[in-house]
């Protein structure tokens, strides 16, 4: 069955908020990016390399500045 955008419009508040809800998560679920493989690694690798050496990292506050100083 099919309804108008006038008819949708005119449904109770509760309804149309499902309705609503119901339309957001069909556009995302259809949106969804997945991470390449070879990303899933590199993160993998990153975050142990940062595990193994801790001290070797940069502040986010560093970073920052030298990144995205305005």
């Known amino acids: 069955m099919s309804y108008s955008k006038e008819e949708l ?3 109770p508040l509760e309804e149309r908020k499902e309705l609503a ?3 957001i998560d069909s ?3 259809e949106e969804v990016n997945p ?3 070879w990303k899933k690694e590199l993160i993998k690798e ?3 390399l940062d595990k193994a050496n801790p001290a070797n990292g940069i ?3 560093d970073l920052r500045k030298k990144y ?3």
């Open 46 to 48: 990153r975050i142990a």
């Open 27 to 29: 556009i995302l679920a």
């Open 68 to 70: 995205f100083a305005e």
């Open 9 to 11: 419009l005119t449904l």
């Open 21 to 23: 809800s119901d339309l």
């Open 59 to 61: 502040e986010w506050s």
């Open 35 to 37: 991470v390449a493989e």
